[in-house]
Structures are given as C-alpha cells and as structure tokens.
DNA sequence: ACGCTTCCAGTTTTT
DNA sequence: CTGGAAGCGT
C-alpha cells in the first residue's frame, strides 16, 4: 500500500483511493494529476484486484497514454499490460475492428485524415456542382467534423439546418461524403469515435458485452471530451458506474475543435451522488506566476473556481517587455536565452510559446543567428509531408482498392502520363458502373473512351496488382521496400536532385525506421505480428512520430501544443490584441475570448521559475504591419507580481541596453503609461477599458470583458457578478469605474 | 498533359 | 510573406 500512496499528498491519496461510483478530480495545473492516474490504476490492480484487461483508460495523446504506461509500470516494478489504455480514438478502433461488419464496412477500412477529408470534401462539391468559393472545404470539413463531434448524422443535420442555404449546402455534401466514405472502406477521426457510439447504441449484444467488460473508465484531460466522446463513456459506465475523470475546466482550449467544457461543468449532475475532489496544491510554478496566472482566470465566469496554491518561494516577478517590433522581440528572447546559457544554464530549460505558428518564423532566424539549438513541435507532423503520404497512398490503396482517393493521388505519381481527362473518364465510368475506379483502371481496355490512355493505366495497375499480392505476403518492412522499388517515387527525386529532393528522399528513408520501430513495439504491445492494416491505422492515430533532435535545444511551439509541458523559463511572445486574444475570438462572443484567457493560464502554468511576457508595438504578420495595443490580458495581471523592462529603441541592431524601471508603464510614443488605462480601441473616446470592474446602479458590480466600436456606438459586455452578461452601450450605461 | 503565371486567403490542431 | 489552387498557353 505504501508504495501506492506513499508520496501523495492527502487530496491525491482521497482521490487515488476512492471507492466505487463516479469520481471528478478537479485537477489544477501542476497538481499532480498524471500521479493521481497512475496510482489509481496501481491501487486497483493490485489492492483491487481488479483485472487490467477490464479497465479502460483514456488519455488524449499517445504521449500521454505511453507516459502513464511507463509509469505505472515504475509502480508495479514490472511491466503490466492494460490492452485498452490509449487514446479514445484508438480504443474506438479496436472495439470497431471487433466487429467490423456491424456497420457495414469491410475488414481492412483505412483512416482518412484532414488531408483525405479536404479531398474528399472536394470531390463532393465537384460531384454535386457546387462552387467551393461559396462552401469553402475547409470549412464544411469542420463542420462535418463538429457535427460527428455532436453525433449529428447527415439526416439530421439536413433536418435541423432546413432553410438556410449555406447549411442545406453542408448538409448535401455531408451526406455524399459518408456515402462515399462508406464504398471506399473508410472512415474519418470523427467516425471512430461517433460509429463506435452508433455500434454500441445499435447492438445490444455488443453493448453488453463491453459494458460488463469495464468495470472502471478512467479519463484524463476530461475538459476537453466532446459529446460524442461524453456519449461512449457514458454508455459504457451505465453498469458499473465507476468512472473517474480528472481535468481541469480552466485549461479547456479545444472548443473550437468540438470540446464542451459543458462536460465538466456538469458531471456533478449528469452522475449523481459523484465523489468530487479538488487538487490545489501546485508542485511547478513559483507563486508569483500562480499568482499572475490566478490573476488572469479570476476573469472568467464560466469556471468551477479553484485557486492554485504554491509552497516554493515568491520566485522573481513576471517580466514584461514591450519590444519595438516582431524582429526586436525575437532578438530580445534570443539575447536573454544566450545569456542565461553563458551563465551556465541549459538550452532545454527554455520554451518560447506563440498564439499562431506564423509567429515562429522571426524567432528561428533570431536563434539560428546566434546558433542557438531549437525545436519547433507542432508544424507539419512527419506522417502528413507529401512524399510521405504518397507512399502511404501506395499502401493504403494496395491493402484497400476500393480507396479512390489513394487512388487518385497516385495514379500519376510519378507521373506517368496520366492526366485530368482520363482520370475523370475513370472516375465516370465508376461512378455509371458503380464499381470503384481501380477495379475501371485494371479493365481500363474494355473501355474504347480510355482505349488511347489504356498502356499507361496499365502501367499503374500492374504496379498496384504487384503491391497487392506483397502485401498479403511480406512483412511491413519488405514490402516498403518493394513501394519504394515500384513505384518510382524515390527514383523521381533522384533525378530531380535539388536539397529539396534529397530532403524529400531523406523523409521516406525515415519512414522505414519508423515502419522498423513500430515492428519492434507491436508483438510487445498485442504479441501479434504488426500487420500493412496494424501499421497504417498505427500511423494514423500518431502524429508524435518526429525524428529526434539530438542534445539540448529550446523548444518553440504554440500555446496549444504547450499543454501539459513544463519548463524552468517560459517566453510567451505577442501578448498583444489582436493576436493574443486573436482578433477573432474578440469579435466572436464573450465565450470564445474565455477560452482564449484559458490558453493564457496554460500558457502562465507552463513555467516553473520564470515567466516573461512579451508585446510588440509593431508587428508584421501575413506581410502586413500592424500596431496592437498590449493584450488585455497584461492588465489581469496585478502589477505587485510584474516587473516592467523597457529597453532602448533600435530595430534589432541598437544596443541591447536594458533599462529596468520600478514601475509598470508600457512605452508607447516615449511616454510611459499605466497597462490598466489603456482602452482597447486604439484612439477610442470612451472611458472604460476591457477588465475593469465597473458598478452600474440597477446590475450592480461586474467586470468589462470586451467592447466594441467607438464614441457614441462603442458598446461593452459586461459580467456582472449578480445579473449575468449584459451587452451595454458604453455612453449610456452610466457605469462607474470601480479603483482597485 | 504539363508547366508557368496569377490570384487569393490566411487561428489554434492532442486524433 | 507564404502556399495552394485555378487558369492559360504550349
């Protein structure tokens, strides 16, 4: 037993040694909460005695199921394999490929991811004459993707969207989508999710038997489920009814991507009679940087409420720097990590975090110039580069013919003569015939219309039919070779031989070690031979399958990719309007610009010694220059914990001469001024800014959470602590500042 | 069929 | 400023 709760604390050992029924972990940020997960799982197995094999646990990334696992093996002293931790993506997965045929795919159905999505959306608007410059596939990907989030089937979607045009637009492609999804053997991230509920909800057989199966459901980073994910654990908890989640609902930032903070928020009453326990004790951060960061959050309305205590000392303030531009900032963080490191610290003690991924282009060339080692994480995952997914279409078309959109990918790549006319042709003659368009390409003879194109469809096919048979019979890692071998792809970028090329070559050779070390885990993991179909769902559901960088380096990611992430110093540059709150989330609704304060607290909980906050007060971006006003959010912060740096001007090359100023004035125009007073409009005649706390004589007191226009129109959100949200007109509302 | 030019839009992205 | 897509000329 000592081993299990020997190093917690006592919310974490009431937590870990919960009784059955359903548990809410309230989790702050640097809680300990992965502890809290793994121990549980330790404390069932062995205090418990409850069978691995009949506890689920769910955690959003591969990162982070692979951390519990090793984790929890360090507790057992050996490893313990539980076959259904992972994320809830791959569980979905393994529970469909029990019963592939329930819904009506075929064995062998292959994962789209956005890329396939986006094509396949295209296809659609071609096949029902629509105009993508009026349905944007991006943005019906999304909102097939949201609605599959909210387990919304085409039939419904069309219902409920029933006179507006746009929607009833989204609504027929969505329908033609999942026709199609259906016949090329397919299914999208949303699908393993959504058609593993439709199974479970369908199949009373297949339900019982999983019900009965997991006797506990464990969830991590519980604010981020969407419904459909709330539905399937829902469902599978109804019999046993232990289901112990842990979360945070201030770090939830992934509402744009289906997540309903909604579920957290009301677990309390969607389980009746649930143990609730709150972790409160941060283990990371100095408690100036829990302070700033309790500073930043008070100002949402839509929380459980939790204040983060610390035990580690007051830590030096939040450093705050305005610099002149993107180009001065990225030089500051340079110089300040260049620093820091002839003072004998280590590159990997730093992390500079940005709002959009456009932001991280000035910082590399600042920390290429000094030769300082970094990362950037996040970008372009290794599994989605072109000539990486080319060869991936190769396999996935072999394993699955009846994938036209594999097909059409690769049909004349390289090229091989094949052009638009007699890929359409194919695609016609498939679609009267209602077969797929391989099966029209390997007859493409008996067709007079593709009669002249015939020899080099032929071409294709016979590489295909040749792929097809090895991959029945070789292991993954011959039959690459043999992908590599037919289809010319890497003879191609030989002969281009430019860097491009060889980087591009250098990127499918990598492919092998990753098709080499899946191999090596696989039999581990299942104690089968990892199959082409293993592989390439495997690949599929990981996107962390980067190649190392080897030694110390920075890292540079986005605020998102930030979660759960720790780091002794932390930069987050562009703190300023328009980027950090982004534009959009300002203009959008009150909601949106909560969760953007959400992602500022991740973002603030990140560090664990120091923390520096950086604006601009010019900026280029997307090659045009803009001046934001210092983020809303430097204001939250109380100026007691912040310690303002200004620094002479000079656009990069001036000196680096840093004045410190006691107090906490951001320079503007050469004129210090007070971050509280600025108004969020720049040139604004009104007198109330975001963040101020305001009275009003009939709502009472609130506190200013965004406005817009200016003068007379300007009008202002309010949240009042007793009468809710109200939209104001700021010149009429005869709303008095409150000095705090 | 293919390559070259022009035009346009552009958050965040655990799967 | 980028990258992708559409359009046009060979």
Avoid at 238 to 261: K, L, P, T
Avoid at 262 to 274: S, T, V
Avoid at 563 to 587: A, D, H, N
Wanted: hydrophobic share 35%; net charge neutral.
């Amino acid at each position: 037993m000592d081993t299990i709760t020997g190093k917690l604390n006592e919310m974490q050992k009431k937590a870990v040694l919960a009784g059955d029924g359903p548990v809410l972990i309230l989790a702050g940020a640097g809680s300990g909460k992965t502890r809290v997960l793994t121990h549980r799982l330790a404390y069932l197995v062995m205090e418990k005695n409850v069978p691995p094999q009949s506890i689920m646990a769910i955690t959003f990334t591969n990162k982070a199921a692979r951390e519990i696992r090793t984790r929890v093996a360090r507790l057992f002293g050996e490893s313990v394999w539980f076959p259904w931790a992972g994320t809830f993506h791959s569980i979905c997965l393994k529970m469909l490929k029990m019963f592939p045929d329930s819904l009506g795919y075929r064995e062998n159905f292959v994962i789209y991811d956005q890329e396939d999505q986006k094509t396949l959306v295209k296809d659609c608007l071609k096949e029902l004459n629509m105009d993508s410059k009026i349905f944007p596939p991006r943005m019906i990907v999304h909102s097939i993707s949201r609605a599959k989030d909210e387990l919304i089937d085409p039939e419904k979607y069309k219902k409920s969207n029933e006179g507006d045009y746009r929607l009833s637009g989204v609504a027929e492609v969505y329908e033609l989508y999942q026709k199609k999804l259906l016949e090329y053997n397919a299914m999208d991230f949303g699908d393993l999710i959504f058609n593993a509920v439709t199974m479970l909800e369908n199949f009373d057989k297949i339900r019982g038997y999983f019900q009965n199966l997991f006797r506990h459901i464990l969830i991590d980073e519980y604010q981020d489920t969407n419904l459909a994910q709330y539905k399937l654990a829902n469902i599978l908890s109804r019999i046993h009814e232990n289901i112990f989640v842990v979360g945070d609902d201030d770090q939830s930032i992934y509402g744009w991507r289906g997540a309903d903070i909604r579920n957290i928020l009301e677990f309390e009453k969607d389980y009746k009679g649930c143990l609730t326990i709150r972790l409160e004790q941060n283990y990371r951060s100095t408690k100036n940087i829990l302070a700033a960061a309790n500073d930043v959050i008070r100002n949402n309305a839509r929380r459980k409420g939790k204040t983060l205590w610390s035990e580690k000392g007051d830590g030096s303030r939040v450093q705050c720097m305005t610099a002149s531009n993107d180009f001065n900032e990225a030089e500051k963080v340079a110089s300040i990590i260049a620093e820091e490191t002839e003072k004998g610290r280590k590159l990997d003690e730093f992390a500079v975090l940005y709002r959009v991924n456009a932001q991280s282009l000035r910082l590399e060339q600042a920390l290429k110039t000094r030769n300082i080692s970094y990362k950037v994480f996040g970008g372009t995952s290794f599994f989605q580069r072109k000539e990486v997914k080319d060869i991936i279409a190769y396999m996935k078309l072999a394993l699955n013919p009846d994938d036209n959109v594999q097909l059409k990918r690769i049909i004349n790549m390289p090229r091989r003569g094949i052009g638009k006319t007699t890929v359409t042709r194919i695609e016609e003659i498939a679609a009267s015939l209602g077969s797929d368009m391989y099966d029209v390409a390997i007859r493409a003879g008996d067709y007079s219309i593709l009669r002249s194109a015939e020899n080099r469809v032929k071409e294709f096919t016979v590489i295909i039919e040749k792929l097809r048979k090895a991959a029945k019979e070789l292991p993954v890692d011959d039959f690459y070779d043999m992908v590599i071998e037919a289809s010319g792809l890497v003879k191609m970028y030989e002969a281009e031989g430019t860097v491009e090329a060889r980087s591009r070559i250098g990127n499918i050779r990598e492919l092998k070690s990753a098709i080499l070390s899946s191999m090596e885990e696989f039999p581990e993991l299942t104690g089968d031979e990892m199959t082409l179909e293993g592989f390439l769902s495997n690949i599929a559901l990981s996107t962390d399958a980067d190649e190392e960088k080897e030694g110390p380096y920075v890292s540079i990611m986005t605020l998102h990719s930030a979660k759960g992430l720790e780091f002794p110093t932390v930069f987050i540059i562009g703190m300023e309007e328009g980027i950090f709150p982004s534009y959009q989330s300002i203009t959008e609704s009150a909601d949106r610009l909560e969760e953007e304060r959400r992602l500022c607290y991740v973002g603030i909980t990140r560090a664990m010694d120091e923390i520096y906050l950086f604006n601009t007060s010019e900026r280029t971006l997307y090659g045009h220059t803009q001046r934001n006003l210092p983020s809303r959010f430097l204001a939250e912060i109380s100026p007691t914990r912040m310690e303002y740096m200004s620094s002479g001007r000079g656009y990069g090359y001036g000196r680096k001469k840093t004045t410190r100023s006691t107090g906490f004035g951001l320079t503007r125009g050469g004129k210090p001024i007070d971050i509280a007073s600025l108004k969020v409009e720049a040139g604004g005649a009104a007198d109330v800014s975001t963040g101020q706390r305001v009275s009003h004589r009939k709502f009472g007191e609130g506190v200013v959470t965004s406005s817009e226009g200016t003068g007379e129109d300007k009008m202002i959100v309010v949240e009042f602590e007793e009468s809710g949200t109200k939209r104001l007109m700021a010149s009429y509302a005869k709303l008095k500042v409150l000095e705090d």
